[in-house]
C-alpha cells in the first residue's frame, strides 16, 4: 500500500513538471514577430523615392490567452532597432537619437494582443505621442533632423529577445 501511494506521488509530481514545462514552451512558441517597412499611407513597402519617407515598423504578438510578461523593453529590442546599413554592409544610421522609456520594469503583452513600435526616419509628428512631437511608441527619440537617404540599396538588420530565444529581424529596401 505504502509503495502504491509513493507511485501515485511521483506520477502526480512528473505530470505537474510536464505540464509546466509544456505550457512554458507553448507560450514561448506563441509569441509572434513581424518587421515591416511602410510608406507614409501606412502600406508596406520596400521601393521608395529619395525624399520618401521610410517607417519602420515592428509588432510583436501574444497569441496567448494569458499575459506575456517579457523583460524590459531595452531588453526586448536592444540598441540595434532599426539599424540602416548599406548594400555594401557600411553602417548608416537609425531613425531614432535616443531610447528611453521602461527600463526597469517589465514589458506586458495582455493576451491575444500586440505591441507596435513605430518609428519614421524622417520626421513624421503626426505617428508621434500627442504632445510630444518627434517622440514616438513611447521610446524613441529624435533629437536631430534626418535627412533623406541617398539612391541606393539599403537593409535594416536587428535582433529581438522573447524570453529565450532571439529573433533576428532582416529586411531590404530601394531608394530610387
Avoid at 9 to 15: G, H, N, T, V
Avoid at 37 to 53: I, V
Avoid at 123 to 131: K, T
Avoid at 153 to 171: A, V
Wanted: net charge negative; with cysteine.
Amino acid at each position: 500500500m505504502k509503495q502504491c501511494k509513493f507511485l501515485s506521488w511521483m506520477m502526480a509530481i512528473a505530470i505537474a513538471i510536464l505540464t509546466f514545462t509544456a505550457c512554458s514552451d507553448d507560450e514561448e512558441e506563441t509569441m509572434t514577430v513581424h518587421f515591416q517597412l511602410l510608406n507614409e499611407a501606412g502600406a508596406e513597402c520596400y521601393k521608395y523615392q529619395e525624399d520618401d519617407n521610410i517607417i519602420f515598423r515592428l509588432r510583436i504578438d501574444n497569441n496567448t490567452d494569458n499575459a506575456a510578461i517579457l523583460p524590459s523593453v531595452f531588453e526586448i529590442i536592444g540598441t540595434d532597432i532599426f539599424s540602416i546599413y548599406s548594400a555594401k554592409g557600411e553602417y548608416i544610421g537609425t531613425p531614432w537619437d535616443e531610447l528611453f522609456g521602461n527600463s526597469s520594469g517589465k514589458f506586458v503583452i495582455e493576451s491575444n494582443s500586440s505591441a507596435v513600435i513605430l518609428c519614421p526616419w524622417l520626421d513624421a509628428p503626426s505617428l508621434g505621442v500627442e504632445g510630444h512631437e518627434n517622440y514616438y511608441s513611447g521610446c524613441f527619440s529624435k533629437t536631430e533632423k534626418k535627412l533623406a537617404l541617398p539612391k541606393g540599396e539599403y537593409y535594416s538588420k536587428f535582433d529581438i529577445s522573447l524570453k529565450t530565444k532571439t529573433i533576428s529581424c532582416y529586411r531590404t529596401f530601394v531608394i530610387e
